[in-house]
């Protein structure tokens, strides 16, 4: 069935450093995909997305690469900073027009001082 | 500020206790959703509406139910709380194409 899985469930980084969050999906018809960060008590705040006719798609201080080969999504965050832990959710649309998001699981972002 | 508004932000009620998480958002968005989210999970979609009169059941099954008679407002009525129904409830709204606005959650628990 259609699922959408994280590699890792947490990651620990020191302050500066840069970040690599990945995220596998097993549906080979999924056109778009959305990351999102969601701090503690909070609800998810969009991060940046992709469409699965672009490989890779630049924000600020974020990236996202994905890899429809291998069905690999991953999230590069520059010069990690405190504000960024969090954890992070990969969303894959396999609703075509409608829009059905499937979430995956969490990765923990924690940024060392 | 356009923004999606929930309330409230945590509850706790007794067993057997019928309840409505309230879900309001201001940017005048068709599409609205109700999440289900554990700690630290996935969010599982239980409700969604395409527009006013609309509604759906989402993909987790749920005994909540909805109803959209504003294009603002989207409340979730639980008719008769179970522990079981201890969770993260987080209403989402979106235009056209996937990217979701969620508002803060309302934390509920069940006792």
């Known amino acids: 069935g259609e699922s959408v899985g994280l590699h890792l469930p947490t990651l620990s980084v020191q302050e500066g450093d840069n970040s690599i969050i990945n995220c596998a999906y097993s549906?080979?018809?999924?056109?778009?995909f959305i990351w999102y960060k969601q701090e503690s008590g909070k609800g998810p705040q969009f991060i940046i997305d992709?469409?699965?006719?672009?490989d890779k798609r630049q924000g600020q201080r974020v990236t996202v690469l994905l890899n429809k080969t291998v069905k690999h999504l991953s999230l590069q965050i520059a010069a990690t900073q405190p504000g960024d832990s969090a954890v992070y959710f990969c969303?894959?649309?396999?609703?075509?027009?409608?829009?059905?998001?499937?979430f995956g699981k969490g990765t923990l972002l924690t940024v060392n001082p | 500020e356009a923004d999606i508004y929930q309330t409230p932000r945590y509850l706790v009620i007794g067993t057997g206790k019928k309840i409505t998480l309230e879900c309001s958002q201001t940017?005048?968005?068709?599409?609205m959703y109700w999440y289900q989210q554990d700690p630290g999970m996935e969010l599982h979609l239980i409700h969604y509406?395409?527009?006013?009169?609309?509604?759906e059941k989402g993909d987790l099954s749920s005994e909540s139910t909805v109803s959209r008679i504003r294009t603002e407002h989207f409340p979730l009525t639980l008719e008769s709380a179970r522990p079981s129904h201890t969770s993260q409830y987080l209403c989402?709204?979106?235009?056209?194409?996937?990217?979701?606005?969620f508002g803060s959650g309302t934390r509920l628990t069940v006792v």
């Open positions: 989402a709204s979106s235009e056209l194409g996937g990217v979701r606005t």
């Open positions: 549906n080979s018809a999924s056109d778009y």
């Open positions: 992709i469409r699965s006719n672009m």
């Open positions: 969303a894959e649309n396999s609703g075509g027009s409608n829009y059905k998001l499937t």
């Open positions: 940017m005048g968005h068709d599409k």
């Open positions: 509406s395409y527009g006013v009169n609309s509604t």
